[in-house]
């Protein structure tokens, strides 16, 4: 199963993965009509800030999924047809708000739907082959692939770096 990887030397905090979220979780799926949106569409990773280097924080889709366990409705499930993706059903949810409190990395957040205050976590774009986010980051920070396929990078990464040390 591909997961959303970062590349952390490269990410330079612009925020553009925010916005393709955002719109890509809208009603038009553009950006000059999300904008006017009620409500305004929510994005469903944050960029955040720690010691002088930004850091986009998203879903992990754990194996052990804390949220998953402390979903009391239901509304969190791990969606099989999708490769185990963690997945949530806003029809189901009660508002308790416990995955927010258990979730690790503090990426699940909340929405308007129907009127009511929901989960919203990461669903990875179920309609994309490629997640908004990570399409739309101008210095390929974020990268979707599968952990052998990221690991053989970091390698190959590692490398290169020590190879041009050499000498």
């Not at 904008?35 to 992990?60: A, H, M, N, Q, W």
């Not at 949530?88 to 416990?98: F, S």
């Amino acid at each position: 199963m591909k997961h959303i990887f970062v590349r952390l030397d490269r990410c330079t905090g612009c925020r553009e993965c925010e916005l393709a979220c955002a719109v890509e979780h809208s009603a038009s799926k553009e950006l000059l009509t999300a904008i006017f949106e009620t409500p305004p569409p929510r994005k469903r990773l944050y960029v955040e800030s720690g010691d002088g280097r930004s850091v986009p924080i998203l879903c992990r889709h754990c194996d052990d999924a804390p949220c998953l366990a402390a979903c009391l409705s239901g509304a969190i499930y791990r969606d099989r047809a999708r490769e185990g993706v963690v997945v949530q059903r806003a029809d189901k949810c009660i508002g308790c708000w416990t995955c927010i409190m258990v979730c690790p990395y503090g990426v699940i957040g909340r929405r308007l739907d129907g009127g009511r205050w929901v989960a919203a976590k990461c669903d990875r774009c179920p309609d994309r082959a490629i997640p908004a986010c990570v399409e739309a980051c101008p210095t390929k920070a974020l990268v979707y692939a599968e952990p052998e396929e990221w690991a053989r990078m970091a390698r190959r990464t590692v490398a290169t770096t020590l190879a041009g040390q050499e000498g």
